[in-house]
């Protein structure tokens, strides 16, 4: 019998090129509907989202 190892918890690597920017403009505009959503305004959630869309729009201004 071979071993077999877990990925719980592992990261899958980004592609490169205009699909990462691609992928990232998404999330970006996920993340930022969701911030700006009525159900989410004024709680930890709703700051939560905002700061991951500002991340997101950081790694976005450096690839572009």
Not at 37 to 56: S, V
């Amino acid at each position: 019998m071979e071993n077999q190892y877990c990925r719980v918890g592992t990261t899958t690597p980004m592609t490169s090129g205009r699909k990462a920017i691609a992928l990232l403009e998404y999330q970006y505009q996920n993340f930022v509907e969701k911030a700006s959503n009525i159900e989410y305004n004024d709680t930890q959630l709703g700051e939560f989202f905002e700061q991951k869309a500002q991340k997101i729009k950081k790694v976005l201004e450096s690839l572009v």
